[in-house]
């Protein structure tokens, strides 16, 4: 088989992390230019050599068109290529596959890929968003979404509480080692049961955190990266899939459990199998969202991802570590670049007290669209990311 | 006193014939004439065989409940009243799913995936009726 032209060619050279959590003072916009001065600190890559510039869609935020080629301005960059990409929470992965594309193509040579959100102050209320024959019900948001999904899934295999309450634990168990995670304080798995059904089946300790920051990675060649502060981070492989399976099937698609193609690329890319990753960095919204992950990109059977989890499959010293900085659910809604962040530490041996030792192949994922909508439309991004050999 | 209104659809020219039936108190999906597709939410185009031919056709209005859940804390102000409020989707006998309620005199300790269920209508105003789901009768 011929060597795919994107596979080991392209890296991650650096990233940043605005500050995060419940940050009064700043906006959107203030977010996501802290989070590029950091990423741009920390290779020390001049500024004037970065001319991509992409930027995930604030959607509900009511920032207007153009977003992508406002934050260029305003971090003085006059790219050769500017983009504004909405896939959701898969978009942070989405653009740093398009930054490869460009630099492979020859149309730029380093890019920023970044985002910013703003959730506080609490009061504004978001843009409604969702389908008009879901929201007069008071089906809104990915919560209900995601209650429909972990209902199915109990339906279908089984899982019970307990076992989402252990994806819950473990991540939160990785946070209290994450000097910056949003929530450190540990919880058992009888604790996750006592916490109140925000949309039942869903407990509060099955749902994400809101969050406010920004994060940036610039992407550029293997080898200008090489050149810069510090270790390159590989991009060993890279998938997309989109459809809108989990609820209404699309009448063309076979019965695959959705986002399984994502995982399937990125691993034939780099040439790897799931049980050769180390590390795994899962977008976690909801829990029900990883229990789905781990059986669609080939980590646990059909129908057994419940019953694995509950081994401690997924924690420190597990066979899975698995959202070693805590994810969405305990470090912070860093719309996955937390997650890009952490697999660059754990590649670049900088993950402190939650270091896995010669993690050698990272696997992180992104997920996001418009679960709200009916038909739902699902957008999975995936990395496999290593170090330079 | 301010209070917030639930958010009611706004029929669009594709979706239009849909609210337009339910406010006769009947259920519709998009039926495909070339390939005999039926689906939810309306499009003009089939998603299968992408043939223009579609139009609304009557459905039975019977189905199983395919999902359920239980909003105890709802994402959006106009929807605290109700909570805790249940929301459905039903797998029609002919195939589409749909996002419902099932009706408030429901016991939801009886409902489980599979659950035989039957539309029923919620009149809003001039304009909107919605469809929702009572337990089946009969057979």
């Known amino acids: 088989m011929s060597r795919h032209p994107l596979k080991g060619t392209h890296a991650l050279a650096g990233v940043g992390l605005s500050r995060f959590g419940k940050v009064w003072g700043t906006s959107c916009l203030g977010f996501t230019l802290e989070a590029c001065k950091n990423a741009i600190e920390d290779c020390g890559i001049p500024r004037d050599e970065i001319d991509g510039c992409l930027v995930s869609m604030p959607a509900i935020m009511g920032e207007q068109h153009g977003w992508a080629t406002r934050i260029a301005a305003h971090l003085g960059l006059e790219p050769r290529l500017a983009c504004t990409m909405d896939m959701g929470g898969a978009t942070p992965i989405g653009m740093i596959q398009t930054a490869a594309l460009y630099i492979e193509a020859g149309m730029a040579n380093a890019v920023i890929c970044c985002f910013g959100m703003q959730n506080n102050p609490q009061g504004i209320m978001p843009q409604l968003f969702g389908s008009q024959f879901a929201i007069p019900y008071g089906d809104i948001g990915a919560i209900t979404f995601m209650g429909h999904v972990a209902r199915r899934q109990m339906h279908l295999y089984g899982y019970t509480g307990p076992q989402y309450g252990e994806i819950a634990s473990a991540f939160r168990e990785h946070a209290s080692r994450n000097p910056s995670a949003q929530k450190r304080e540990p919880f058992t798995v009888e604790d996750h049961q006592r916490s109140p059904y925000i949309v039942e089946p869903l407990r509060l300790l099955d749902c994400c955190l809101v969050t406010d920051g920004g994060g940036a990675v610039i992407v550029t060649s293997l080898e200008r990266a090489r050149d810069l502060k510090q270790p390159a981070v590989v991009i060993a492989g890279a998938g997309q899939e989109h459809g809108a399976e989990m609820i209404f099937p699309a009448p063309q698609r076979n019965q695959a459990p959705s986002g399984a193609g994502a995982a399937r690329a990125a691993f034939g890319m780099a040439g790897v199998l799931p049980h050769d990753v180390d590390v795994a960095l899962l977008y976690d919204g909801f829990t029900p969202l990883v229990m789905h992950e781990l059986e669609a990109f080939g980590f646990a059977k059909h129908g057994e991802v419940g019953p694995w989890v509950a081994t401690g499959a997924l924690r420190l010293g597990g066979e899975l570590p698995t959202n070693t900085h805590g994810g969405l659910l305990s470090e912070g809604h860093l719309f996955g670049v937390g997650h890009i962040t952490e697999g660059m530490r754990q590649i670049r041996r900088s993950a402190g007290e939650r270091q896995v030792q010669d993690a050698e192949v990272v696997f992180v994922t992104g997920f996001g669209g418009a679960p709200h909508e009916a038909p739902p439309t699902l957008s999975y991004t995936t990395l496999v990311l290593t170090q330079d050999r | ?139």
């Open chain 2, 1 to 139: 006193m301010f209070t917030i209104d639930k958010p009611l659809p706004s029929p669009t020219e594709d979706t239009e014939g849909y609210w337009d039936a339910t406010r006769e108190g009947k259920l519709v999906v998009s039926t495909c004439a070339s390939c005999a597709h039926r689906f939810l939410p309306p499009a003009k185009i089939c998603p299968k065989c992408l043939s223009s031919e579609v139009s609304f056709q009557p459905v039975s209005g019977r189905g199983r409940v395919f999902s359920w859940i239980v909003v105890h804390r709802p994402q959006h102000p106009a929807f605290l009243e109700d909570a805790p409020y249940n929301v459905v989707i039903v797998e029609l006998d002919e195939g589409p799913r749909m996002h419902g309620r099932l009706v408030p005199e429901t016991d939801l300790s009886a409902v489980s995936v599979g659950l035989p269920v039957e539309v029923t209508y919620q009149k809003i105003n001039d304009q909107i009726t919605l469809p929702m789901f009572k337990a089946a009768t009969g057979t």
